[in-house]
């Protein structure tokens, strides 16, 4: 929120009427950005609440009233084929950066990296503390939805899915009737069975994209088409 812009700093806590800090976030405001006692802090629930609070020295305490602001319409979501090493995190943090309501990983046919059920609940878990954390820097109220290892089939399959692929039209250009989620496939792209699930094709542009540059620009465009 540009309201927020000048915080010192962002915090999400679970209650805002008696807000306490996490561990860790009590040390990076402490030790890592190194408040001085009075700094302004803004602080969420991540569910559309907030409030104005100020550093103590080792927590923050309310300096003005709760303050309630409605979800995004409509909601923005996002899917993305699963990719190797930090690229998967830089996705995360830069689609809750642009403001992406709903971020869902996918497995795709054609994906060459393989979770397993452990290590699905294990990463996917991980992906949501870089949401919070990316929340935090950009100032949201409305945290994103990280939504578990999902199928690419069953989620092209929903209703107002589009995929991202050549021969459509220019995602955000297309209004509202064609819904507000779009599915990034793998960089060995879609397979056929994929395709056949979802015939909604909406084009990212005239060249070939990185897996997380698609996911990106696809979340830009989308959001933009919103505002």
Known sequence: MIELA???????????????????DEHHL?????????ERV????GR??????RWTGSGI???GEVTATDSPAPLITVAFAVVKGDRLDWIVQKLTEIGVDRLVPLSAERCVVRWDATKANTQVERLRRIAREASMQSRRVWLPEVAPLTDARLFLGEPGVARADFGGPLLGTFGAAAGS??????????SEA???VSPLAVSLGDTVLRAETAAIAAGVLLVAARR
């Open 42 to 45: 803004s602080a969420t629930d």
């Open 6 to 24: 000048g915080s010192s700093a962002h915090v999400v806590v679970d209650d805002l009427v008696v807000p306490a800090l996490s561990s860790e």
């Open 194 to 196: 994929e395709r056949a």
């Open 61 to 63: 305490e309310p300096d």
């Open 181 to 190: 989620a779009v599915a990034i496939g793998p960089e060995g792209g879609w």
């Open 48 to 53: 559309g609440g907030w409030r104005w609070c």
């Open 30 to 38: 402490g030790r890592v950005l190194r408040l001085r006692p009075a």
